[in-house]
């Protein structure tokens, strides 16, 4: 388990670990309470806050930040009972014993947001998960990635041209991403495995005790075996849940520098990366098929919208590799592998444990607006690249300085930054980053990369 990581709220892995047993919790109220830590570490690492201004917010978990922070009362107070008595009930005691035994093996990590080996460009998306189960060794969190995603019910063209794709990107030295998932997902890691030159990564929708669909088992032990790793946001023990895997979409785009779409119907589950990559500000990608094709109108009503065209690999590279190297310093990501290599911890097995390269550093201040938890009223959804979105009507119960600064946003029709929004309104700091947070709880404004626009 990694412990290099600064306490945030008097937090450790395990505590987080703990918490994300209780009752009621997920994903999404785990990261906004991460956010607010992180959020306000920052605030009192730049001397936003003053000792008497800090007041108001409390540098440690009680019950009135998690019902603030929208956790559900039994949930609440389950998080109180442990941290105050680190009691856990014996289901979730033992949900523990389990992740701190799989845990003691050297290439089972989880990392919390806060540990350098946590992607950075996950820390870009919106509602990034707190912490990360990663089986496998790390190397390829350091390479420039890609997302290939599609129908699982594929046609023979579009599983062979996927694998044909994802075997030239692995050779230029581009980390395939996918979902593990049949049909195309499945040809995506092997056509990466097929090239056997660089490592390929899994993100998964299950527990990592829990392989979906269990006729990839070997498919997934292959990908440890040359170096690749299996990642999932959810405790070990989650099994199959239909509404969890459209949140997992989110982190295949997030890891990654684009995502392509080889094959999907109009209302496929495939759509959904392709829209987070658009609100992550990544690269969408999309390969045409037969016009008479149900599998290809995906594909095809994405390029209407704007996504890049693919005809061969070059066309990916020609879009993604000038930024990489930018990143990196490197031609390709097989370098960065090369110059990082380090010994195995453990004698006589072929992984490798490979430390991360330095990547460019995340605008300060990001945060997250709460995605997860719609995501599963998204799957028969066609996503358009291109959103034209009436701004969201205010709720009822936000406080008044929500309000001004919510009305100010829409006033200047242009992003504000921190410090031109405490300008504009004369709120004191500490009274800012609470709005701030309430109006990005209830949706109503985003944070992009330290500015922030009325939605």
């Known amino acids: 388990m990694t412990t290099s990581s600064r306490l945030l709220g008097g937090l450790n892995h395990e505590d987080w670990l703990s918490l994300s047993f209780l009752s009621g919790i997920g994903p999404a109220r785990l990261s906004r309470l991460f956010t607010y830590f992180d959020q306000l570490d920052r605030m009192q690492e730049t001397d936003l806050l003053s000792e008497t201004d800090a007041q108001p917010f409390p540098d440690q978990v009680n019950y009135e930040l998690l019902r603030h922070l929208k956790w559900p009362d039994v949930t609440a107070r389950e998080a109180m009972t442990y941290l105050d008595h680190q009691t856990l009930s014996s289901e979730q005691a033992e949900k523990k014993r389990l992740s701190l035994d799989w845990l003691a093996d050297d ?27 990663v089986d496998g060794a790390l190397a390829s969190f350091a390479l420039p990635k890609l997302g290939i995603v599609g129908a699982r019910h594929c046609t023979g063209y579009g599983r062979e041209i996927t694998r044909q794709l994802a075997s030239q990107l692995a050779r230029q030295g581009i980390s395939v991403v996918s979902g593990g998932a049949r049909g195309i997902d499945t040809a995506a890691h092997q056509g990466a495995l097929e090239a056997a030159i660089t490592p390929t990564i ?61 094959e999907a119907s109009p209302k496929s589950g495939s759509l959904i990366s392709a829209n987070y990559a658009v609100q992550q500000n990544r690269e969408v990608f999309a390969l045409p098929g037969r016009v008479k094709d149900a599998q290809a109108e995906g594909c095809h009503q994405l ?9 061969h690999a070059e066309d990916i590279l020609d879009e993604i590799l000038p930024a990489s190297r930018l990143q990196n310093g490197e031609t390709t990501g097989t370098k960065v592998m090369k ?25 300060a201040g990001q945060t997250k607006r709460q995605l997860t938890e719609d995501a599963a009223n998204t799957k028969d959804t066609a996503f358009s690249l291109i959103e034209i979105n009436p701004k969201k009507a205010l709720p009822a119960h936000l406080s008044d300085n929500a309000r001004t600064v919510a009305a100010l946003l829409e006033a200047e029709s242009q992003a504000m930054d921190f410090d031109a929004l405490v300008r504009h309104t004369q709120l004191a700091a500490p009274s800012m980053m609470q709005v701030l947070m309430e109006l990005e709880l209830c949706q109503c404004i985003e944070n992009r990369h330290g500015v922030y626009v009325r939605c």
């Open 107 to 133: 290439y089972h990590h989880l990392l919390l947001q806060s540990d350098p080996l946590y992607p950075n460009e996950l820390k870009e998306i919106s509602v990034a998960p707190a912490f990360l189960y």
């Open 202 to 262: 899994a993100v998964m929708g299950t527990g990592l005790f829990m392989h979906y669909p269990k006729q990839n088992k070997g498919l997934f032990q292959e990908i440890l075996a040359q170096g690749g790793c299996l990642v999932s946001e959810y405790p070990l023990m989650t099994e199959v849940r239909p509404h969890l895997f459209p949140s997992r979409n989110r982190i295949i785009s997030g890891l990654s520098m684009g995502v392509l779409v080889t």
């Open 339 to 363: 110059s990082t290599e380090k010994k195995s911890i453990k004698g006589g097995n072929n992984r490798r444990i490979v430390s991360r390269e330095t990547l460019l550093k995340q605008a």
């Open 303 to 311: 390029i209407r919208q704007g996504a890049i065209l693919v005809r």
